[in-house]
């Protein structure tokens, strides 16, 4: 692909290179520092892979996937870690967290085999990060071991609970046991994401998959006012940052528009990456209800949208009312739209206003298009779910 008159690659594809290209220390170092840093995933990498039947040194990047940990905080650990693999000690857990029986934080250790009670690290015990209350001679018998205070979730549409367990594989089976390596007794939830919550045990692990003993099933009501969000395409990627902010306040539903000052085009990829980004921002905020993505709508269709609300609010530099100074509904839909980077055309707003919309403010500031909906959301939400 091309920036400008750069020929450029994308990052999984130059991690993939790395991979094959590299030695296989190196290569591993490569791509556990790249997935720490958040530029791929081990599964884009593994979906990269399998689409390169053909490709040179395959046999290499696949050994390195069965080792990767996005949990390696540092070539050293990454490197330590092979280390005692290479060696014939089992896979070490990375970056293991330490903490008391009421959940408070103890240590964080760089490589742990919590079953027998042994941590390997690599700068030396002066670089713990140590909590309240950490003993000169050890921890005290009474700290709990667990890798996190909430726990983990997954999401598995239409799922169904047979004879109390709920067996987990596919994408989210593979990143439970391949790669956040699950061990039978962690507390895992799983839900649709369209209200159900499953509280479980893992009960079995194997390869790309797990089963999970149901311990509690939470039906929470979808939460009110239903939030909708008309967000126009941004550049750079900022409608992404969009996307996962507004769905860690609670948006429900986020429609791409097509505004006619968006410098960003709606592509065939850009549904998929909104909706993978809300689905990871849901998994990080621990939401029961995942919000829906779809787009692009015309300024049409978003009219008709505005018209079918409880309320309907177009955000816009120029309103005279302050968004705080609005009356929300406490149940119903309440649908914001927010312009491009280039602002509202008259003809667009002339067409919210038509169809019912009203014209807000946040304040005295002028936000982008990024954050203009994620402040609207918080500012709803404070007077509404949140109170």
Not at 92 to 113: C, M
Not at 140 to 153: G, L, N, W
Not at 363 to 386: E, F, K, M, N, Y
Request: proline residues 5%; hydrophobic residues 40%; neutral net charge.
């Amino acid at each position: 692909m091309t920036v400008g008159r750069w020929l450029v690659t994308t990052p999984v594809r130059t991690v993939f290179d790395c991979a094959r290209w590299l030695s296989f220390d190196d290569g591993l170092v490569a791509v556990d520092a790249a997935a720490h840093a958040g530029l791929i995933t081990i599964e884009e990498l593994s979906a990269f892979v399998d689409s390169k039947r053909r490709a040179r040194g395959l046999a290499q990047v696949r050994q390195i996937l069965l080792l990767a940990d996005p949990f390696a905080e540092s070539p050293m650990e990454t490197r330590l870690r092979l280390l005692l693999v290479r060696n014939g000690l089992p896979r070490p857990v990375s970056q293991f967290e330490v903490r008391r029986l009421d959940g408070r934080f103890v240590a964080r250790l760089d490589l742990a085999y919590p079953d027998h009670l042994v941590a390997v690290e690599y700068d030396g015990s002066q670089s713990l990060e140590r909590g309240e209350g950490v003993a000169q001679r050890g921890v005290s018998p009474e700290i709990r071991h667990d890798r996190q205070v909430t726990p983990p979730v997954f999401r598995v549409p239409d799922t169904a609970a047979r004879d109390g367990v709920i067996t987990l594989d596919g994408p989210e089976g593979h990143h439970a046991a391949d790669v956040r390596r699950l061990r039978v007794g962690e507390p895992i939830w799983i839900t649709d994401g369209r209200g159900t919550r499953w509280e479980c045990t893992v009960a079995s692990v194997r390869r790309g998959a797990l089963d999970a003993t149901v311990v509690r099933v939470v039906d929470q009501p979808q939460p009110q006012p239903r939030l909708v969000v008309v967000q126009a395409l941004a550049k750079g990627g900022r409608d992404e940052d969009a996307v996962e902010a507004m769905t860690e306040i609670g948006v429900d539903e986020i429609l791409g528009w097509s505004a006619s000052r968006s410098v960003a085009k709606w592509t065939d990829r850009t549904q998929a990456k909104w909706q993978s980004t809300a689905d990871a921002a849901s998994r990080q905020s621990r939401r029961t209800w995942w919000p829906v993505v779809a787009g692009p709508l015309s300024t049409s269709e978003v009219a008709s949208r505005l018209g079918a609300a409880d309320l309907a609010i177009v955000l816009h530099e120029s309103a005279y009312h302050r968004l705080s100074a609005s009356a929300l509904p406490d149940a119903g839909e309440v649908v914001l739209v927010v312009g491009p980077e280039g602002g509202i055309t008259d003809d667009e707003l002339s067409a919210f206003r038509d169809a019912g919309a009203a014209s807000a403010r946040l304040g005295d500031t002028v936000l982008r298009s990024s954050t203009a909906g994620i402040a609207a959301l918080s500012a709803i939400c404070a007077q509404t779910r949140w109170r």
